[in-house]
C-alpha cells in the first residue's frame, strides 16, 4: 500500500524529469537554429565567392576549379581565395585564364607536398 507521500515524491520526480526535458529540448532548439544561421552564412558566402569568380575568370578557368572541387575540394578552396586575393591586390589580371589557374594549381600542389626522408639503421 502506498502511502501519500509515496505519490508526492512520485509528482515532484515527475516535475523534475519534465523540467529537465523542457531544458533539454530548448538547448536542442538553440543549437538547431544557430547550425542553420551559420549554414545560412557559409552559402552565402559561397554564392559571393562564385559570383566573383565568374566576374574575374574565364569559363574554362572556372571548369576546371569546377572539376577540381569535385576531387580535392580542400586544394580548390585554397586555389578560389587564392585567385581572388591575387586579383584583388593587382597581381594577377583578369580575366584569369586556364593556364593561369593550371599555374597557380602546380605552385599550391608542389607547396603542399610534403618530403620525407628516411634514415635506416643497420646492424
Given amino acids: 500500500m502506498r502511502c501519500l507521500s509515496d505519490s508526492y ?4 520526480d515527475d516535475d523534475e524529469l519534465e523540467e529537465i526535458k523542457q531544458r533539454r529540448l530548448l538547448e536542442l532548439r538553440k543549437r538547431l ?5 551559420r549554414k545560412k552564412i ?4 559561397e554564392a559571393q565567392k562564385l559570383a566573383i569568380l565568374r566576374a574575374i575568370m574565364e569559363p574554362e578557368a572556372l571548369d576546371r576549379l569546377n572539376n577540381l572541387k569535385l576531387v580535392k575540394p ?4 585554397i586555389a578560389e581565395e587564392t585567385i581572388i586575393r591575387l586579383v584583388q591586390m593587382g597581381r594577377l589580371s ?14 599550391l600542389d608542389n607547396r603542399s ?4 626522408e628516411f634514415k635506416f639503421k643497420w646492424k
Avoid: F, G, H, M
Fill in 113 to 116: 607536398r610534403k618530403e620525407y
Fill in 94 to 107: 583578369t580575366p584569369v585564364t586556364d593556364d593561369i589557374v593550371k599555374n597557380i594549381l602546380i605552385e
Fill in 33 to 37: 537554429e544557430e547550425e542553420q544561421r
Fill in 42 to 45: 557559409e552559402e552565402e558566402q
Fill in 74 to 77: 580542400d586544394l580548390a578552396n
Fill in 9 to 12: 515524491s512520485d509528482y515532484n
